[in-house]
């Protein structure tokens, strides 16, 4: 199986999870795509019925079209399981998102959700978490300020670039990548980071997920 066969393996694994009456949360990304594909299906199939509450208007977009009911995170009170993917995970399930640029609402909602899951190829089981770099969203007002302090902290940033633009986030803030490298510490990555005024969240997930599924080449591993 290729890459994108294990996204799909793990995609449509993780919806055997989804019941009648569930609030969903729905994550972004490749690998999550999938599995909304799969939701779809079970919705139009069997008349499953559920709510998500999504991460990202890419997320939104898909979903609505195929008759998935999604709501406003502020119109539910909770959220059941939030399936969403990765971009690293270690072995102590600490993760890395924000490849697909979500990270924030993708915090948000992971946050106000009962049950967290992830879905991964198995190229994102890593040692240690780093090497993928760390995604920080930062406000557009002095954010080369920000930049110039990563800088001087040695986390080797640089601009998240779409068509030669600075890539825009859903809500309209800049994301500055951090190539850092394996990260001997996370926490203390993580606690620089969300102290940096003019951060509005980073993409370190340390104790953020109860269930990983992992696309293998002989089938998904479930791991706890
Ligand atoms: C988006 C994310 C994604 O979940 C992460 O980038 C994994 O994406 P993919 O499934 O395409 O590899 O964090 O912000």
Request: charged share 25%; aromatic share 6%.
């Amino acid at each position: 199986m290729d890459q994108n066969e294990l996204k799909a393996l793990v995609g449509q694994e993780a919806v055997k999870y989804i019941q009648d009456g569930m609030i969903v949360g729905l994550g972004t990304g490749s690998t999550v795509r999938y599995m909304v594909d799969a939701l779809g299906k079970r919705v139009q199939e069997e008349g499953l019925k559920i709510v998500g509450v999504t991460t990202s208007n890419r997320t939104t977009a898909q979903a609505e079209g195929l008759g998935i009911t999604i709501k406003d995170l502020n119109d539910v009170d909770h959220i059941d399981l939030c399936i969403d993917g990765a971009d690293e995970i270690d072995t102590d399930f600490n993760g890395i998102k924000g490849g697909g640029g979500a990270l924030l609402w993708e915090k948000i909602v992971n946050n106000a959700s009962t049950k967290r899951m992830w879905i991964v190829d198995e190229s994102k089981m890593v040692p240690r978490i780093g090497n993928f770099g760390v995604p920080v969203e930062v406000i557009p007002f002095g954010a080369q300020h920000v930049f110039n302090y990563f800088e001087k902290q040695g986390y080797h940033p640089e601009w998240r670039m779409t068509d030669g633009e600075k890539y825009r986030t859903d809500e309209h803030n800049l994301i500055i990548d951090l190539k850092v490298g394996e990260i001997a510490d996370p926490k203390a990555l993580a606690e620089d980071l969300i102290h940096t005024v003019g951060v509005v969240e980073h993409g370190l997930f340390l104790n953020r997920v109860d269930t990983v599924i992992v696309g293998r080449q002989n089938g998904p591993e479930v791991l706890q």
